[in-house]
């Protein structure tokens, strides 16, 4: 069993196929600021837990909540609070 297993968590690259039905680049390479501790890396290494309604995603740093998704038969609902930024890699 994983340190992931144990703690009930999956890492950031659970989000890409939630978030990539919402964004026409993938995410998990993007590399975000967390509010709490200020560190910075890409989403596939924040701690993703499926266990609220929809998915919660933690700093590895600091555990705060850095991004929430919520998806309805209609829409999505994003909560970016815990983000200073997202910096989005571009193909050129
Ligand atoms: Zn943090």
Redesign the pocket.
């Known amino acids: 069993m994983t340190e992931q297993d144990i703690a009930g968590y999956e890492d950031g690259n659970a989000l890409a196929g939630p978030l990539g039905e919402l964004f026409a680049v993938d995410l998990t390479s993007a590399v975000g600021q967390?509010v709490?501790?200020?560190?910075a890396g890409p989403v596939a290494t924040l701690r993703v837990y499926r266990h609220a309604p929809g998915l919660v995603a933690r700093?590895p740093?600091?555990?705060?909540v850095?991004l929430r998704l919520v998806r309805g038969p209609a829409e999505a609902w994003l909560d970016l609070r815990g983000t200073v930024s997202l910096r989005i890699p571009l193909t050129p």
């Open positions: 967390c709490g501790c200020g560190l700093c740093g600091c555990d705060d850095v």
